[in-house]
């Protein structure tokens, strides 16, 4: 190991001193340092948080849909009542995902909607239980929805399409 760097400055009293830096001792051996430096720099370019939607998720991103046949297949599996289960994300404007997990089990359907990652949005975890889930085309735009939840909204909005 490398002898730590020493400076050499002129204290309070007007004497001369010698300080070792402490850098070289907390980092330990050019390994470890090494090793800090590459754990720092791989946390950094990881995106810190940022959500990765799965190949098995519905997206929509501003219109452009993804995986579409998923929630159109959670829809007939509710209507057969089978067990089933969906996951929606919907991005926002400015790029935030809201993530939307549908559950369907032993005759429940429930709704789950989290809003944490949508930095100008509630920050919140919304959970629903509801009668129907159903898709309705309206003039320019299909809607899907659940309708006859309990809580706040009688209807929650799963994902709209524009069809333009």
């Not at 020493?6 to 070289?24: I, M």
């Not at 993530?99 to 100008?120: C, V």
């Not at 509801?130 to 799963?158: F, M, P, W």
């Amino acid at each position: 190991m490398r002898s730590p760097k020493r400076f050499n400055f002129v204290n309070s009293a007007g004497t001369s001193a010698v300080h070792l830096s402490p850098l070289p001792q907390l980092l330990g051996s050019d390994k470890m340092r090494k090793f800090y430096f590459t754990f720092i720099l791989l946390f950094l370019l990881s995106g810190c948080g940022e959500y990765s939607p799965s190949k098995h998720d519905v997206v929509n991103t501003h219109g452009n849909i993804e995986n579409l046949r998923l929630l159109e297949n959670f829809i007939e599996d509710v209507s057969m009542d089978r067990d089933s289960e969906v996951r929606v994300v919907n991005y926002t404007d400015e790029g935030d995902p809201i993530i939307h997990y549908l559950n369907y089990f032993n005759d429940e359907l429930t709704s789950k909607k989290d809003t944490r990652e949508d930095e100008f949005g509630d920050q919140l975890v919304m959970e629903a239980v509801c009668e129907s889930i159903e898709k309705i085309d309206q003039n320019n735009r299909t809607v899907y929805q659940l309708h006859g939840c309990n809580g706040k909204a009688e209807v929650i909005h799963v994902t709209i399409i524009s069809n333009d």
